[in-house]
């Protein structure tokens, strides 16, 4: 068995908080609604550096295992870069991406890059809030037909710290265990 599809299993048997829970159920309920006609998700967060990528790789390699037909991006109110821990996070995952954020799922690539709302060209698409700055500052983008929010702690806060590569792993795994349990829900309720 490879390290990703190791990582894969114990996100099978991470526990969820209640609070967890509930907001995933929310979002269950929410995309369930609208999955079928909407196939691009946006994870926002203002800097698109860390959470909002942690979310776009989770969300591209978990749809590929469950054989969901959506595509996925990120997006920021600002361009910046992708935060190197992000990438060794989820190398040590055992996620299939190199130094320069190219992804790689069953030879399928696509690369995790900052970009902006402007970035994104479709014409409608679901938006997931990840961060509350990005809440109150980044404004509602008429092409989101589904505004929903699942917010996570700031990896940012551990940069240059001894722990920050601990605090950038639990943070990949609370947001990959949340992926992985929304797509598994939806999945199972089609």
Sequence with gaps: MNNLNKYINKLENHKLEDHQKKRIEIIVERLYNKIN?????????????????????????????????????????????VYKEVINSLKRAGVDINEKGILNIEGKSSILYSKTLDDIKENKFISITNCTDAEKNCPLDPRSHLNLNIFYDDPKKFDGMENEKKEYDKTCMTIAAEINVIFRSLVNSV
């Design 37 to 81: 006609s909407i196939s691009l998700i946006v994870f926002i967060c203002t800097h698109n550096s860390r959470r909002s990528q942690f979310c776009e790789a989770w969300s591209k390699v978990l749809a590929n295992r469950y054989g969901l037909n959506i595509s996925f991006s990120s997006a920021g109110t600002t361009k910046t870069s």
